[in-house]
């Protein structure tokens, strides 16, 4: 009898073609009173509520980098504080909606922009949010430099995001959190090529100082270590600005080959070592170039330094 059931059961959903709200929630593993709207208009769900393949390692992503940030949130938020969350390079802000959804909504104070420059998309999440009545949400159609100088923004951000953020948007996701003073960063940086230009442009030298630039002499290799210097030049910018820093997997490499995840709290610690070896790192690479323009708040005292070498 009960294999009868099962099988009129598979059958009505096979006619219907919908999955029934739990089914649904034990496949994306839904927190209590997440909306199944929001992931619809987000085509993370197709309208029959079937999963999209597509957007299935996005939201794997997203749900995982949640457990890091939520926690942050719930600190900051002690006393009552109406926490405010910059999401740069926001895309079709998967992970801004989801913020809002599992955490600020319930909450009801404290505010997300996010930061994009392709207008199309912010047109479309701006009507989205609308639609959802996400009212603490802004969307900003311009570049995350750009809203460093916006004089309309909050003077002060808590939370820095960055998800895949291009290129150098991920320098300019930080030093826009310095100069915010954010008491938090969480970043999973995407391609860069800004210091892997630099090592190109040098090779030829730098292979007459050092058998070190045998580990960047092929193109491939120049590509990935570029990526691997910035990464670790931005975690030693952060230490020496005040942050402690974490460094882990976001989520199984099948999933993203941009899976490194920075997270940085800040504590006013600033390491005067980290400083040291930044300033060390750019030497040895041949990037001394890049300290007045990337690195802008070294403490002077390492710049001096390294102006007078």
């Not at 994306?28 to 619809?40: A, M």
Request: net charge neutral.
């Amino acid at each position: 009898m009960a294999k009868t059931e099962k099988k009129q059961g598979d059958k009505s959903l096979q006619k219907t073609g919908k999955a029934a709200p739990q089914d649904i929630a034990a496949q994306l593993e839904l927190k209590p009173g997440q909306s199944i709207d929001l992931l619809k208009a987000l085509h993370i769900l197709t309208r029959e509520g079937k999963l999209n393949q597509d957007s299935r390692r996005k939201l794997k992503q997203v749900y995982h980098l949640y457990q890091f940030i939520e926690p942050i949130l719930q600190d900051l938020a002690k006393n009552e504080h109406a926490v405010t969350l910059a999401d740069h390079g926001a895309g079709k802000s998967y992970l801004g909606f989801i913020l809002y959804d599992l955490y600020f909504k319930a909450q009801g104070r404290g505010s997300i922009y996010g930061i994009e420059t392709r207008a199309p998309l912010v047109e479309a999440s701006q009507k989205l949010a609308a639609e959802l009545g996400f009212d603490r949400m802004s969307f900003l159609n311009m570049s995350v430099a750009e809203s460093t100088q916006a004089d309309f923004m909050p003077e002060r951000f808590d939370v820095i995001t960055a998800l895949h953020a291009c290129d150098t948007a991920t320098d300019d996701a930080i030093a826009f959190g310095l100069e915010k003073k954010a008491k938090a960063m969480v970043l999973v940086p995407c391609c860069q090529a800004e210091v892997a230009a630099c090592l190109r442009q040098t090779k030829a030298i730098s292979l007459t100082r050092t058998p070190l630039a045998e580990l960047w002499r092929h193109p491939i290799h120049t590509r990935e270590m570029g990526s691997q210097i910035t990464n670790v030049l931005r975690c030693l910018y952060l230490e020496a600005c005040g942050y402690q820093v974490t460094v882990t997997e976001l989520v199984g490499w099948e999933h993203s080959m941009k899976n490194e995840l920075i997270v940085a709290r800040y504590t006013g610690h600033k390491k005067r070592a980290a400083a040291e070896r930044l300033k060390q790192l750019l030497t040895e690479f041949g990037l001394e170039s890049l300290a007045k323009t990337r690195y802008t708040q070294l403490p002077q005292e390492a710049l001096a330094e390294q102006s007078a070498e």
